[in-house]
């Protein structure tokens, strides 16, 4: 059983998915505390109805990263919980080396497009404007870079003619909720094993 952090600033959808697969059994693990850098993420009120100790951080002066003070709170609570795993979930600050460090090949996020390709900001509506025919989603590991570290699991989805942004990205969504939780078990079952750029699933047990 892992013992999983969420850090959050809006929505929650993901991590809504994560704290539901835990609780039926598809994750081996438990989400043990929700962290957000915006007092009014709605995402907070979520996990505090489904019983989960969810908390506003202050993220310090810096705009789009976590530094600091602020990093320092944020690693003494994750530790506080004895947290194994950390899930980035629509979390929109960069981590920078200190946290890394402290959660080496521990820290997950979940991204909406099919990396490389559209990273950063509102990827839905650049794979949009672009113009492919397939778009998805990537959750990968934590690493200095924006959006760049080692990928775990993928899923594509069609773009059509008809979509707007919004369209796909509801059409993503739905593909984000099913793989974070997948990427989630295998973590916890110890499959996951980075090597340089790319990670390796290893096969499952008996069960
Ligand atoms: C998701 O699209 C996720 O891929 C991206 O931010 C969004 C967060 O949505 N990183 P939610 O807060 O999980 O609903």
Redo the contacts with the bound molecule.
Sequence with gaps: MIRIGIL?S??????EAIIDACKEGRIDGEVVVVLSDRPDAP?LEKAKRKGIPAMYVPPGKKRYSLVGEAEEEYIRILREYRVDLVCL??FMRIIKRRFLSEFEGRIM????SLLPSFPGLEAQRQAWEYGVRFSG?TVHFVDETVDGGPIILQAVVPVFDDDTPESL?ERI?KE?HRIYPEAIQLFAEGRLRIEGRKVKILPGGEG
């Design positions: 959050v809006g929505r929650g959808s993901n991590m995402a979930a629509g996020n979940i991204h909406p989603c990205a969504l984000e």
